[in-house]
């Protein structure tokens, strides 16, 4: 199948660091990526891995890849309120003609 | 560099009624691909565009369609309006396929429709 699976719920308190799941199907030639998306708006791109990487770090996002497993991560260290959202996973083959999202995780931080 | 923009943000039609919704990639992109977000169903694809030609295309009955024109502007269309067609939709563009991140999807910040 070509679903991408993420948890849908994370509670993490001010300051801990969270961590988000997701597994993908496709294990060619294929980007993943992290999007965050606030109430009402659309979708903001969070930071990008290709396939043949372990892992990226961007400030407080730490990306990584377990390609045995096909299980990607997203680490987001001291979280703050305002990283309350929804987190997407995407997969996207390339050359494919379509990003494939799982469903999302809701984060919440509590203060 | 300007965003992504959609065009109207939102939109209140009724039932058999059709509407139209527009996209603007951002500059120098060329594909445009659409989504629809439903509370229930989540994040579905839709269709994608490139060289004004669709190369792919979600499971969406044929009251959605779609179309990209020579700028890379996109707009899609849904006739025959059911209840159940109330979403947010979403544009993304990128720079074009076969190009590595460069099919790494920016997204607009969508249009949502209501119909009652």
């Known amino acids: 199948g070509e679903d991408v699976e993420q948890s849908l719920f994370l509670s993490v308190r001010e300051g801990d660091s969270s961590v988000i799941n997701c597994t993908y199907t496709?294990?060619?030639?294929?980007?993943l990526y992290w999007y965050k998306q606030e109430p009402g708006a659309g979708l903001q791109l969070l930071t990008y891995i290709f396939s043949n990487m372990d892992m990226k770090q961007d400030q407080r996002l730490t990306v990584l890849l377990n390609k045995k497993d096909k299980h990607l991560s997203l680490r987001i260290a001291d979280t703050q309120t305002g990283d309350s959202a929804i987190y997407f996973c995407?997969?996207?083959?390339?050359?494919?003609?379509?990003?494939?999202f799982g469903a999302g995780t809701r984060l919440f931080v509590k203060a | 560099k300007a965003g992504v923009t959609q065009t109207p943000r939102y939109l209140i039609k009724t039932r058999g009624q059709q509407v139209t919704l527009s996209c603007s990639p951002i500059s120098g992109h060329r594909s445009v691909s659409w989504y629809q977000q439903t509370p229930g169903q989540g994040l579905q694809f839709l269709f994608e565009?490139?060289?004004?030609?669709?190369?792919n295309k979600g499971n969406f009955p044929g009251r959605f369609s779609g179309r990209q024109f020579s700028n890379s502007r996109s707009e899609m269309n849904v006739s025959t309006l059911e209840l159940g067609d109330s979403a947010l939709y979403l544009c993304a563009s990128s720079l074009a396929p076969g190009q590595g991140r460069g099919e790494t999807q920016y997204f607009g910040p969508g249009t949502r429709l209501l119909v009652l």
């Open positions: 565009y490139f060289s004004e030609t669709q190369r």
């Open positions: 995407a997969e996207r083959r390339t050359g494919g003609f379509k990003t494939i």
């Open positions: 496709d294990s060619s030639s294929t980007y």
